[in-house]
């Protein structure tokens, strides 16, 4: 009888989506709330909070620049392990998530930061009002929503209470799969032009689209300007230009035929380079961990590896994560987006 009652409460669950993120996210957050926030970087206190500051700047704040009095707000914050560095650098810090558990956690961890405050999410932003905010931003959790309509809201929202000229930056899955079957761990997947139309009728420009069919396809919009809307005096944007040579010269260290005819294609949209990179997979991924991982750094990067990448996608690879997931990080990293498409203004 226990075991009817809890597949009847599951197939409830996934009739009301909301619900089916609060349960399973409560659920983890009270069996391991570090592991599934930042798995790979959970082994200890001082590496997970440690990761949110090394994220915040090589991740959610590339290409952005925030000024001292800006009021931001994560989406999926966890237990705030973005939202306490952000709070040293903003007026305002605010983290929201859809279970209650993980934000309670995030009130202790951070009381000391007086800037910072938490609120549980009901898939709407309803904590904040019209344009009362300059940074919006997610990463990590849109890969987790089992419904595009779930993360709709989470786009519009932040097109409600940004500022005219705010900014919101979020990562989704793109990685193309079968769109059957997501849940709250494997969750709904963008293709680019998806993407790009949702966030315009949101109300965007969007700025920078980067990491096309990897597992982190990162979106940077800039709201529009309306009238009767404040902007923003809080935020600004890098823009980036692809450089040829630097894509062409990837491609060569891929090994990749027609180089030039490769780089119009990725230049043009049609190629990503994770596309390009998929033969590189198939060829090298039955090396051992090490060795993959060291020749991932010279072919994607072109450079030897350094000590704490190589022991991380290492031992993640021995520890069973896919291959593909060092050549998805390698490839939508900041520093390949430097490489690739230096910046051309701000």
């Not at 597949?7 to 709330?33: E, F, G, H, T, V």
């Not at 999926?76 to 934000?103: H, N, T, W, Y």
């Not at 994770?274 to 090396?287: D, K, N, V």
């Not at 991982?293 to 994607?300: E, P």
Request: charge should be positive; glycine fraction near 8%; include cysteine.
């Amino acid at each position: 009888m226990r075991e009817i009652l809890k597949a009847a409460r599951r197939r409830i669950l996934r009739l009301a989506p909301r619900l089916w993120m609060r349960s399973d996210w409560n659920r983890r957050a009270r069996d391991d709330a570090q592991f599934f926030i930042a798995c790979g970087h959970s082994g200890t206190d001082a590496t997970f909070w440690e990761s949110g500051r090394r994220d915040l700047e090589d991740l959610i704040l590339h290409d952005v620049d925030l000024e001292p009095q800006a009021r931001a707000l994560e989406i999926g914050c966890g237990l705030g392990r973005l939202v306490r560095p952000l709070s040293e650098r903003v007026e305002k810090a605010f983290g929201v998530d859809i279970s209650g558990q993980m934000v309670e956690r995030a009130r202790r961890a951070l009381q000391d930061r007086g800037n910072a405050e938490f609120f549980v999410t009901n898939g709407r932003l309803s904590s904040f009002r019209d344009a009362s905010l300059d940074f919006v931003y997610s990463f990590i959790v849109f890969q987790h929503v089992p419904t595009k309509k779930a993360v709709s809201v989470y786009i519009r929202e932040a097109a409600r209470v940004l500022k005219g000229r705010g900014l919101f930056r979020f990562q989704v899955d793109g990685r193309p799969r079968k769109r059957s079957g997501p849940d709250t761990w494997l969750g709904v997947w963008y293709d680019s032009a998806e993407l790009l139309a949702e966030v315009s009728a949101a109300g965007f420009e969007p700025i920078s689209l980067w990491g096309e069919h990897t597992h982190y396809l990162w979106m940077t919009a800039l709201r529009r300007s309306e009238p009767g809307r404040p902007d923003s005096a809080a935020v600004r944007v890098r823009r980036r230009a692809w450089r040829r040579e630097e894509v062409e010269a990837l491609i060569c260290r891929l090994g990749v035929d027609g180089a030039a005819e490769a780089a119009e294609a990725v230049l043009a949209g049609r190629k990503s380079p994770r596309q390009l990179a998929q033969p590189f997979l198939e060829q090298y991924g039955e090396e051992e961990p090490e060795a993959f991982v060291r020749r991932s750094y010279r072919v994607l990067l072109g450079r030897e590896a350094d000590a704490g990448g190589l022991s991380f996608y290492a031992k993640e690879i021995a520890g069973g994560i896919p291959r593909s997931n060092t050549v998805d990080c390698l490839l939508a990293s900041s520093e390949m987006e430097e490489r690739l498409r230096p910046e051309t203004t701000r």
